[in-house]
């Protein structure tokens, strides 16, 4: 397989359809890998959740950031975290994607993988909100890879169709390529 570093032609770029569709998927995808989380536990029951471990590190109460609805507690902050997480990265991606066709490989699953990996064994243990990727128990790792997975994978159709409803163009590496003149 071959990676190509290539980039696209700027007059084939539209940074506005790619900022709309990583703000729609951003924003869909977030409850995507939420659902992701009901069958896959991402943590052991042990654990605290790193969005909340990272808002108490700025100085944020985290458990007075609650409201009830049906019955249950949501804490806003750790969701307001999380959603806020998958808004920003989707604008990255969908943005990076109009100008290098290759963080698209494996329509986002690559990226997903690097995400996870970045976050996990990373930044996390590096500010003290999770363990080293190595103390991860396996179920975590997959959880997390799972979830990501899908995750960036519903950003992708969401930048793909909604990029090209705006344009009604292909993705810009599908456009004409540059002839090269040649003037000896």
């Not at 996870?116 to 909100?129: A, D, E, I, M, N």
Request: aromatic letters at 16%; glycine letters at 8%.
């Amino acid at each position: 397989m071959e990676l190509r570093f290539a980039t696209t032609q700027k007059k084939y770029r539209n940074y506005s359809a790619a900022l709309w569709a990583g703000f729609l998927g951003g924003n869909i995808a977030s409850f995507v890998k939420w659902g992701a989380e009901i069958p896959f536990p991402p943590r052991t029951a042990d654990r605290a959740i790193p969005p909340a471990e990272m808002l108490q590190d700025l100085g944020f109460k985290v458990n007075d950031m609650i409201y009830q609805y049906s019955g249950h507690i949501i804490n806003w902050g750790v969701a307001g975290v999380h959603q806020l997480f998958s808004i920003l990265f989707a604008l990255f991606y969908c943005l990076v994607a109009e100008i290098f066709p290759t963080i698209k490989l494996w329509q986002g699953a690559a990226f997903a993988i690097l995400v996870t990996l970045g976050f996990h064994g990373v930044l996390l243990p590096l500010f003290g909100w999770g363990p080293p990727l190595w103390h991860l128990p396996f179920e975590e790792l997959l959880s997390e890879t799972f979830g990501h997975v899908v995750w960036m994978w519903t950003i992708e159709i969401f930048r793909r169709d909604i990029r090209n409803r705006i344009t009604h163009q292909p993705d810009p590496e599908f456009q004409p390529q540059r002839k090269i003149s040649r003037h000896y």
